[in-house]
């Protein structure tokens, strides 16, 4: 960030900066642009003459006052210090940290055509350590782009994503089943404690079912062995993944961290591994036969020819642990602010029940008939961003920001949670108000001050499964029950554990409405 006061960005000229960037002048930078790119011999100014926090002050604020699973509220602290943008260093990481829509926008339409995420990676570590294929979100350069090309075909097309409606509706009918289940066993008959982790075996099953077209057990009364062993080796590995991450290397033997990040990769490529392999059995043994193949995302993988079988294998393992948490913890907190406005979920529930009539299910076509249902799903992203903290690393060239100049392979760290709190484009950028979405009336906010989803090439790959998937949910979930907060429930706060989850166990009532 420009060490000056806001007072005096007010008198930046913008509009060069935003023709040179390719941005219309039409997206206002919104009180906090970047200074004008001057053109010619004008000395540039470089990372050290950002302000921030030092190395130290770092230290004290991740370790000393508790915010290492805090870092989106760290965000905050930052951008009310230094400004929009600022410098920092922990571990090996030097870092410009973006908290600014307008800034974001110019970083992004400079990232060029094979955009990195990060350049010291966690995740390719595991890959490398052990000899396997890169995913979607590990691959770099031309094989990423071919990578992405392949998977964008069953994931991103809205043709594509429509014929998963039906695995991901029975998934649901088997998780609205459970709720019945749980709710009679709670003393009051409608209490179910901790929905998170329950909307976590249902995102789990659901995920899973896309992406091995075979069911695995979440939602079962007894989840099978392999698959428990599967989703507590998930929440081994991001728990230890945020130790490791600011950890010096030269801990990694002496503390249990490094072990256990690395063990739970192991054994997710392992149960990944089994389910792939016995697809492709299957695959093989009706070729034998002369039958046709036919399926959606995983047979498509196998049998197009287009990605070899490790390939798969990191693929089909990375965008299953990308979709999880999107799903589970963006329905969890959406319901627990709607459990909190009965107004709005009443308004909520009249507008699914008159697009949907009660003798059928929600269908993909559906949706388009619901836009606060849609609107409730961005407010909630908004607010809490399942990754908090996302990359990039442009290593085509060097980046300008204002008369600021970064080299190649300068880390950017873009600051989500803050950018989408900032209140130049949410009035009550706290408040849970879906309707800010929505046409009538609303304020026009920044193109990029809430992209929950990334941006560009790199944006996720499953983001129209998983909006689908929390679509079709919510509205099930809504038109059947009336959702109320527990009487013990208190103000839930959010912790980062490289994804955004509650702090605390969130249990809400269930009522079932008199209209089923």
């Not at 052990?130 to 979100?137: C, D, I, Q």
């Not at 009051?188 to 995920?207: P, W």
């Not at 499964?465 to 959010?494: G, Q, W, Y």
Request: charged fraction near 25%.
């Amino acid at each position: 960030m420009i060490s000056m006061s806001l007072r005096r960005w007010s008198h930046i000229r913008i509009r060069p900066l935003l023709q040179t960037c390719g941005v219309t002048q039409g997206r206002a930078l919104h009180g906090t642009a970047a200074a004008a790119i001057t053109q010619g011999d004008k000395k540039m100014k470089t990372f050290d003459d950002l302000p921030g926090p030092s190395l130290l002050a770092n230290l004290y604020w991740f370790f000393i006052r508790g915010y290492l699973f805090h870092t989106h509220e760290l965000q905050l602290i930052y951008k009310k210090r230094y400004g929009p943008y600022w410098r920092s260093e922990i571990g090996k990481y030097r870092m410009v940290n973006i908290a600014d829509p307008a800034i974001l926008e110019l970083l992004l339409r400079q990232e060029g055509k094979y955009p990195l995420r990060n350049e010291i990676d966690l995740w390719r570590s595991h890959r490398e350590l052990r000899n396997f294929s890169y995913g979607p979100f590990t691959e770099r350069g031309e094989k990423w782009h071919t990578l992405r090309t392949v998977l964008n075909q069953k994931m991103l097309k809205p043709k594509e994503v429509k014929n998963y409606a039906g695995s991901i509706n029975e998934v649901i009918s088997d998780f609205m089943g459970r709720l019945q289940d749980l709710r009679k066993q709670s003393p009051s008959g409608e209490t179910i404690n901790d929905v998170a982790n329950e909307l976590y075996r249902f995102a789990f099953e659901g995920v899973s079912y896309i992406v091995f077209e075979t069911r695995i057990g979440c939602l079962d009364k007894h989840i099978p062995p392999e698959t428990q062993k599967f989703i507590d080796s998930i929440a081994e590995m991001f728990r230890s993944s945020v130790y490791v991450t600011y950890l010096p290397a030269w801990t990694r033997n002496l503390l249990p961290y490094w072990r256990r990040y690395i063990e739970g990769w192991d054994n997710v490529f392992d149960f990944g591994k089994k389910l792939i392999d016995k697809k492709m059995s299957e695959i093989e043994s009706r070729l034998e036969k002369g039958e046709e193949v036919q399926g959606e995302f995983l047979t498509y993988l196998l049998s197009s020819g287009k990605l070899s079988l490790p390939e798969v294998y990191g693929s089909v393992c990375e965008v299953l642990l990308a979709g999880v948490d999107t799903t589970s913890n963006t329905l969890c907190w959406s319901l627990y602010h709607l459990a909190r406005d009965p107004e709005l979920q009443q308004t909520l529930h009249e507008e699914v029940i008159h697009a949907v009539p009660m003798d059928r299910i929600p269908v993909a076509d559906d949706v388009t008939h619901m836009p606060l249902l849609r609107a409730v799903i961005k407010e909630t992203l908004r607010l809490y961003p399942v990754v908090p903290t996302n990359a990039r690393i442009v290593h085509e060239h060097e980046v300008v920001i204002g008369d600021y100049k970064f080299p190649k392979n300068t880390l950017f760290v873009l600051s989500h949670y803050a950018i989408s709190r900032d209140e130049t484009n949410f009035k009550d950028p706290e408040k849970f108000y879906p309707k800010r979405w929505l046409r009538d009336g609303a304020k026009t906010h920044h193109p990029f001050s809430a992209i929950p989803f990334g941006y560009g090439l790199r944006a996720c790959v499953g983001k129209r499964i998983a909006e689908l998937e929390m679509h079709l949910a919510l509205s099930r979930i809504i038109r059947t029950f009336e959702v109320k907060p527990d009487a013990k429930l208190e103000n839930v706060k959010s912790i980062a554990r490289i994804v955004l989850s509650p702090s605390k166990k969130i249990n809400l009532r269930f009522i079932e409405r008199k209209s089923v």
